[in-house]
């Protein structure tokens, strides 16, 4: 058995669909563990692009399995949604994709509550997917939730429903309506319960690759705090999101040439000038999921160094370096100046980050097209220069770039 995790170590969206695809021909089984359908994840194959927002995106490759974790909230009818686009574009998901019972749903309640919070101004707005996302695991862990395996037992789940709803305060008439639209789900869904525990743990023969979603920068706990989404984007949340009760061989962190975030909350290196628009429209940064603009900036080293602390990763894949090509320099943020102090940590708190002051170092950029290099000596010496700056201040290899998104755009070294 070998078994290799990709995590985005930014604030997510850093081409994590395109080295889990990169990677996916070796794997039997590709994962997803935390996170819902607000991920977007980007695959191009040719003239098609693919948009995974649940479904792992290994099921791309004919025979391999995918799994959806006990980690991860599902919105039956837009998972039903996806796949029936899958399927129309030929995919098969007949044994070959299975869901643990544990994971939670996302009811419409929950999307209804996500969309209230974030049209009140009195509450901190995150600027969230509107996914119900945030209602769904605060359930959770309030012991308040539905589980995918409820949904095959009717009195059991017509008892949770009462009990859901009188905690929030809808009216109790509503557990029939709510009833009656997850039974339209429930048959179509039932092949695909699975022990999702049993599968991983006895996969002695197999290669397991878990798709990280969203970015430690998110993370419910490391992230920056309030600013964040609801699950454990970090690699512990592996463990807690499959049961998969092994240590990972591979923890493979992506990081993109520059930063970006969607939503809310502090972005140090932020550029709110014409390069940060320039990076915009060359890396074609608007979100996946929900066609926001993002906001560009500079690679953050101190972020970077922080988030491949905290998941212990092994190496990093660098992607869109592409995107970088034409700027006659290139900043890297390698500390911060918070007060009168200058700090390389990153701050526990938002309100620090917030204040935070990147200190740059600059280095001299490339012009050539890079999007044909497929050997790692014949990128610009000036690009190699660039990253192993980034790989000396955070002391892991680069081992893999993406110089696009097609599969054969990639270097590994
Ligand atoms: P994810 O959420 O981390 O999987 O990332 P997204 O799919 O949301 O965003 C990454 C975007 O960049 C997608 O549109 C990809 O097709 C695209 N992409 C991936 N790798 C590269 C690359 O190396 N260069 C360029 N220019 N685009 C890339
Ligand atoms: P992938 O997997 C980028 C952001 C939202 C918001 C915050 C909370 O494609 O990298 P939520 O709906 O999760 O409660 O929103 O998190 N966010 C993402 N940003 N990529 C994602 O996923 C994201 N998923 C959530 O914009 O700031
Ligand atoms: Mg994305």
Redesign the pocket.
């Given at each position: 058995m070998s078994s290799t995790a990709v995590l985005?170590c930014a604030?997510?969206?850093?081409a994590?669909a395109k080295i889990v695809d990169v990677l996916a021909k070796d794997a039997d089984y590709v994962v997803r563990f935390q996170?819902g359908n607000?991920?977007?994840?980007t695959i191009k194959l040719k003239d098609k692009k693919f948009v995974f927002h649940l479904v792992p995106s290994g099921i791309l490759y004919p025979g391999k399995t995918c799994l959806i974790g006990s980690g991860v909230v599902i919105d039956p009818f837009q998972l039903l949604a996806e796949m029936d686009g899958l399927k129309a574009q030929g995919i098969s998901f007949e044994n070959r994709f299975f869901i643990d019972p544990r994971a939670q749903i996302v009811l419409p309640l929950h999307c209804e509550l996500?969309g209230k919070a974030e049209a009140d101004s009195k509450q901190t707005n995150?600027?969230?997917?509107?996914?119900g996302?945030?209602p769904c695991y605060s359930d959770a862990i309030a012991r308040y939730g539905i589980r995918f395996g409820d949904l095959f037992d009717k009195k059991y789940l017509t008892e949770r429903l009462e009990n859901i709803i009188r905690y929030h305060n809808y009216p109790i008439s509503d557990v029939s309506i709510v009833l009656e639209k997850l039974e339209q789900v429930t048959e179509q869904l039932r092949p695909f319960l699975k022990q999702i525990p049993y599968l991983l743990n006895e996969a002695d023969d197999k290669n397991i690759l878990f798709e990280g979603?969203?970015?430690t920068l998110?993370d419910v706990t490391f992230g920056t705090y309030p600013?964040?989404?609801?699950s454990h984007t970090s690699s512990g949340g592996i463990a807690i999101g499959t049961g998969f009760g092994k240590k990972v061989d591979r923890i493979v962190g992506i990081l993109k040439s520059y930063y970006t975030?969607?939503?809310?909350?502090p972005f140090p290196t932020e550029l709110h000038d014409e390069i940060g628009n320039r990076i915009r429209i060359q890396g074609n940064e608007f979100?996946?999921?929900?066609g926001r603009p993002r906001r560009c900036g500079w690679f953050d080293a101190v972020a970077a160094k922080y988030t491949s602390m905290i998941n212990g990763i092994d190496e990093i894949a660098f992607t869109l370096l592409d995107v970088l090509s034409g700027f006659d320099t290139l900043k890297i943020c390698t500390a911060y100046k918070i007060g009168d102090i200058i700090t390389n940590e990153f701050p526990h708190s938002a309100k620090d980050l917030e204040q935070a002051i990147p200190q740059y170092i600059e280095l001299p950029g490339w012009n050539d097209d890079i999007t044909g290099i497929t050997e790692y000596n014949k990128l610009p010496i000036n690009a190699q220069k660039y990253i192993a700056k980034i790989e000396e201040i955070i002391s892991k290899n680069v081992t893999i770039v993406s110089v696009g998104p097609e599969r054969g755009q990639t270097i590994f070294r």
């Amino acid at each position: 058995m070998s078994s290799t995790a990709v995590l985005g170590c930014a604030w997510g969206d850093e081409a994590k669909a395109k080295i889990v695809d990169v990677l996916a021909k070796d794997a039997d089984y590709v994962v997803r563990f935390q996170g819902g359908n607000n991920a977007g994840h980007t695959i191009k194959l040719k003239d098609k692009k693919f948009v995974f927002h649940l479904v792992p995106s290994g099921i791309l490759y004919p025979g391999k399995t995918c799994l959806i974790g006990s980690g991860v909230v599902i919105d039956p009818f837009q998972l039903l949604a996806e796949m029936d686009g899958l399927k129309a574009q030929g995919i098969s998901f007949e044994n070959r994709f299975f869901i643990d019972p544990r994971a939670q749903i996302v009811l419409p309640l929950h999307c209804e509550l996500d969309g209230k919070a974030e049209a009140d101004s009195k509450q901190t707005n995150i600027g969230t997917t509107k996914r119900g996302i945030g209602p769904c695991y605060s359930d959770a862990i309030a012991r308040y939730g539905i589980r995918f395996g409820d949904l095959f037992d009717k009195k059991y789940l017509t008892e949770r429903l009462e009990n859901i709803i009188r905690y929030h305060n809808y009216p109790i008439s509503d557990v029939s309506i709510v009833l009656e639209k997850l039974e339209q789900v429930t048959e179509q869904l039932r092949p695909f319960l699975k022990q999702i525990p049993y599968l991983l743990n006895e996969a002695d023969d197999k290669n397991i690759l878990f798709e990280g979603a969203q970015g430690t920068l998110l993370d419910v706990t490391f992230g920056t705090y309030p600013f964040v989404t609801s699950s454990h984007t970090s690699s512990g949340g592996i463990a807690i999101g499959t049961g998969f009760g092994k240590k990972v061989d591979r923890i493979v962190g992506i990081l993109k040439s520059y930063y970006t975030r969607v939503g809310k909350g502090p972005f140090p290196t932020e550029l709110h000038d014409e390069i940060g628009n320039r990076i915009r429209i060359q890396g074609n940064e608007f979100g996946s999921t929900t066609g926001r603009p993002r906001r560009c900036g500079w690679f953050d080293a101190v972020a970077a160094k922080y988030t491949s602390m905290i998941n212990g990763i092994d190496e990093i894949a660098f992607t869109l370096l592409d995107v970088l090509s034409g700027f006659d320099t290139l900043k890297i943020c390698t500390a911060y100046k918070i007060g009168d102090i200058i700090t390389n940590e990153f701050p526990h708190s938002a309100k620090d980050l917030e204040q935070a002051i990147p200190q740059y170092i600059e280095l001299p950029g490339w012009n050539d097209d890079i999007t044909g290099i497929t050997e790692y000596n014949k990128l610009p010496i000036n690009a190699q220069k660039y990253i192993a700056k980034i790989e000396e201040i955070i002391s892991k290899n680069v081992t893999i770039v993406s110089v696009g998104p097609e599969r054969g755009q990639t270097i590994f070294r």
